[in-house]
């Protein structure tokens, strides 16, 4: 089986890459990747093998050059004939900043580049599957603090918090249009978080917002909510399994589900066992969100209920000699809040159902322990500077 994998340098798509390279049952993998502007596309690859010491196949692993923004991608791969054995395309590249700065960024990669990329797709002489990795968060914030299934979208009447998510409903609606639907196949990932193993995560994505709610300490939302997460070895061993398995749905949830859901709560039990000498975690409503705001801007009102917490601000005093860094954070963190606030798991007893090599995966506040060293070297000022 031969495949043609999109995002092979990202969180997701670099495990999905070394997952594949393993198995028996894939012949080629033809990994589009964009060249950078210091290294090739095969240097690039190699380095993806590398992070965690995986062995490089050149004969197996293939670099194909080209970008989602080229006008001209879909004549390009028409064009490269070594392509034409491809029977299975994996979708993993995508834009997935929650930063307004990228909203044009975003349409141009995951709605305008993946239509060029389907174009091509559609005319593929053995394609079986057009496997698209979208993301269970597409289901919008008007379903909150229950269990969210898979026919529930795509919906177009969904609210979105970022523009990310509105892209990728919008491109599983664009898969349908284009694919024949025995040949579509629809993985989506709930909240990926860390590695599961004792291993760097290629990055530092959501273990971000980790890091910095862990510096913080006093934290506007409900800690109680439901948080769907799932770390990137099992996501992408799943989304392999998947593509192997005989499947009976077009979609599924590769997710925590209810029973293995986490919290801000359970979380902070196990940063607090490892990072102790900080303050003990508070967490206040929401609505304290915008006098933090204030608080970092120095024009909290005197009156404000937020000195209640005094000990808290003159802990953020001491830590946040410069304003603006606390600022920034605050502005990088707010998204991953509201996604906290909406209480969403994700039905996973699909994927546990028809593919029985995939168990449940472990609740994120287990695994988590396993990231530990690696949240305590992030730069928390540097991951909300290039959100
Ligand atoms: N991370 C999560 O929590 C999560 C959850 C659910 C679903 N997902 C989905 O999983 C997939 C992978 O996410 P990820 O976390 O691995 O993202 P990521 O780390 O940001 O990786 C994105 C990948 O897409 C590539 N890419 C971006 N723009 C491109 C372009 N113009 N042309 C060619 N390639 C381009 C990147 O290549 P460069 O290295 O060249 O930038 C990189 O390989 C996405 O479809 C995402 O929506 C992620």
New binding site residues.
């Given amino acids: 089986m031969n495949i043609f994998l ?9 495990e999905i890459l070394v997952g594949l390279a393993k198995r028996k049952e894939v012949d080629k993998i033809y990994c ?3 060249p ?1 502007n210091e290294q090739d596309a095969l240097a ?1 690859l190699k380095k993806v093998f590398a992070v965690h010491n995986d062995y490089f196949e050149a004969d197996k692993v293939i670099p194909i050059s ?4 080229d006008p001209h991608l879909t004549a390009s791969l028409q064009a490269n004939n070594m392509l034409d054995d491809t029977d299975v395309i994996i ?6 900043s929650f930063s307004r700065i990228y909203d044009d960024i975003l349409e141009q ?1 995951n709605i305008a ?1 993946l239509e060029k990329l389907l174009l091509w797709a559609k005319q593929l002489p053995r394609l079986k599957t057009f496997l698209y ?5 597409i289901c919008g914030t008007k379903i909150t603090h229950r269990l969210v299934r898979e026919d529930e979208s795509p919906n177009e009447d969904a609210s979105h918090l970022v523009r ?1 998510t509105y892209t ?1 409903m919008q491109g599983e609606l664009m898969v349908d249009k284009h694919i024949a639907p025995e040949k579509v196949l629809i993985a ?6 860390g590695d599961s193993k004792h291993a760097m995560p ?2 530092p ?2 273990l971000w917002a980790v890091a910095t709610i862990n510096h913080l300490r006093l934290i506007p939302v409900n800690d109680q909510a439901m948080l769907d997460m799932i770390p990137v070895d099992y ?1 992408a061993n799943a989304i392999v399994e998947l593509m192997l398995a005989k499947r009976k749905h077009k979609v599924y949830h590769i997710s925590s589900g209810q029973d293995g859901a986490t919290s801000a709560h359970k979380l902070s039990i196990s940063l607090s066992e490892y990072f102790n000498g900080l303050p003990p975690f508070k967490f206040i409503d929401k609505s304290f969100l915008n006098q933090i705001k204030l608080w970092a801007k120095n024009r909290l009102k005197p009156e404000s209920k937020l000195y209640e917490y005094q000990a808290y601000l003159d802990y953020w005093n001491e830590e946040f000699t410069d304003p603006g860094a606390a600022r920034i954070l605050l502005a990088g963190l707010e998204p991953y809040l509201e996604f906290m606030e909406l209480g969403q798991a994700f039905d996973n007893s699909r994927l546990l159902s028809d593919v029985l090599s995939i168990k449940q995966p472990l609740p994120a506040e287990e695994y988590i322990r396993n990231c530990m060293g690696y949240i305590a070297k992030i730069n928390i000022l540097e991951g909300a500077l290039d959100p």
């Fill in positions: 999109t995002g092979s340098t990202g969180f997701l798509g670099g589009f990747i964009r950078s690039r080209g970008n989602l923004f979708h993993s590249a995508a834009n997935t990669v580049g990795v979208g993301t269970a968060t990310y990728k989506r990932p709930s909240i990926i978080m290629r990055s994505v959501i996501a």
